[in-house]
């Protein structure tokens, strides 16, 4: 069974949570601030971990950058914080879903499992990924270039762990968007070009990954 971590200070949206996803075959865990929460990631074995952005007294940044130090495990965010701002925010500091108050406990339930399926492609493998002056530290997601280390963000380093992995084979938008980047549907925007952009600027090399025909990428032979 799959167990939650849901931090929340609304006692009532707190309880409820908790006994929708309690009968949807969840173990929940339930506390208010996050001084108790972040200790409990390290002693339990949670499979995600549903943060309220409004806790009193700790940044929800904060927070975030704090769980990055300490584990991969999957963050969905829920906040009454509706701008887009917000949105690219939460999810350029490694959180991987962003919920808008108020949401339906089914939204919330299939966002849940939408997290839990890709999480085998967010786990490590140990393993140093390397093309030319490029490594991608797959244990710690990490990405160096000619032995300098790139800050990328999240989307940034899915994108490319996604595209190196796939061997010179190439890799649709859908797919980068759908499965990587985690749209429900696939929505042609700029997006993916975007992230395309900024990733080949990072590792300054703007033939690293080529555009096929607008609709798929792969890495330069």
Known sequence: MNKLLLVEDDIGISNSLKLYLENSNFEVDIHPTWEWAVEKIISWEYSAIILDVNLPVMDWIEICKEVRTKSEIPILM???RTSEMDKIAGLEIWADDYIPKPFSPRELLARINVILRRIPNLKSNNEILSIWDIEINTDKRLVSVSWTFEEFTKNEYEILLKIVEEDWTVVSRETLMTEVIGYDKYIYDRTL??????????V???DLILTVRGQWYRLNK
């Open 204 to 206: 300054q090399d703007k």
């Open 78 to 80: 829920l906040t009454a």
């Open 193 to 202: 070009d975007t992230h395309i952009k900024n990733i080949r600027k990072k």
